[in-house]
């Protein structure tokens, strides 16, 4: 009979447990309890502690579940350091030419820039030189066309003079 109530009370849950906590709040001030209602009040106190133990016990898979979550998760973040690590000192060498290299760029553009200010300004300086000795050259050609008339105009002229000297000389005779 005693297991067929504790069966009975394990099968009505909340309402009958409420009352057997009732029954046995109120008991307790009584001095003497029948041994129905201490049989009740073991009853519950059992069930009362198996639950709370099952919770604990479960508390306890859910803690351990938790530990090697984190534990797994400590594992990848390691993982994951060392990766980030490897990658960095493999970035690293070049990173560091890389720089070396667009610093002798910059460099170079420095010293380009005045050069190239140089180049311009001596291209414009010869351009002018040019122009100015292709004048003179242009000057010159003209000045010796010039002497070239001028010498054979004065050979002509002078060779008439020797035809009426050479003429007179003649007619002297």
Same mark, same amino acid.
């Given at each position: 009979?005693?297991?067929?109530?504790?069966?009975?009370q394990q099968q009505q849950p909340q309402p009958q447990n409420q009352l057997m906590v009732q029954n046995s709040g109120s008991l307790s001030f009584s001095s003497h309890m029948s041994?129905?209602?201490?049989?009740?009040?073991?009853?519950?106190?059992?069930?009362?502690?198996?639950?709370?133990?099952?919770?604990?016990?479960?508390?306890?898979?859910?803690?351990?579940?938790?530990?090697?979550?984190?534990?797994?998760?400590?594992?990848?973040?390691?993982?994951?350091?060392?990766?980030? &690590?490897? !990658? #960095? %000192?493999?970035?690293?060498?070049?990173?560091?030419? =890389?720089? $070396?290299?667009? @610093?002798?760029?910059?460099? *170079?553009?420095?010293?380009?820039?005045?050069?190239?200010?140089?180049?311009?300004?001596?291209?414009?300086?010869?351009? &002018?030189? !040019? #122009? %100015?000795?292709?004048?003179?050259?242009?000057?010159? =050609?003209? $000045?010796?066309? @010039?002497?070239?008339?001028? *010498?054979?105009?004065?050979?002509?002229?002078?060779?008439?003079?020797?035809?009426?000297?050479?003429?007179?000389?003649?007619?002297?005779?």
């Amino acid at each position: 009979m005693m297991q067929t109530e504790q069966q009975q009370q394990q099968q009505q849950p909340q309402p009958q447990n409420q009352l057997m906590v009732q029954n046995s709040g109120s008991l307790s001030f009584s001095s003497h309890m029948s041994k129905e209602d201490e049989e009740m009040s073991k009853s519950a106190l059992s069930t009362f502690r198996a639950k709370e133990e099952e919770i604990e016990r479960k508390k306890m898979e859910v803690r351990e579940k938790v530990q090697l979550q984190l534990g797994r998760v400590e594992e990848e973040t390691k993982r994951l350091a060392m990766i980030r &690590e490897e !990658l #960095e %000192a493999l970035a690293d060498p070049m990173r560091k030419e =890389v720089a $070396l290299v667009r @610093k002798k760029i910059d460099t *170079v553009n420095k010293e380009l820039k005045p050069l190239g200010h140089t180049c311009q300004k001596k291209e414009r300086e010869y351009k &002018e030189a !040019l #122009e %100015a000795f292709n004048e003179k050259n242009k000057e010159k =050609v003209q $000045l010796i066309t @010039k002497l070239m008339e001028l *010498v054979s105009e004065s050979e002509k002229l002078r060779m008439k003079k020797l035809e009426e000297l050479s003429k007179n000389v003649d007619t002297i005779h």
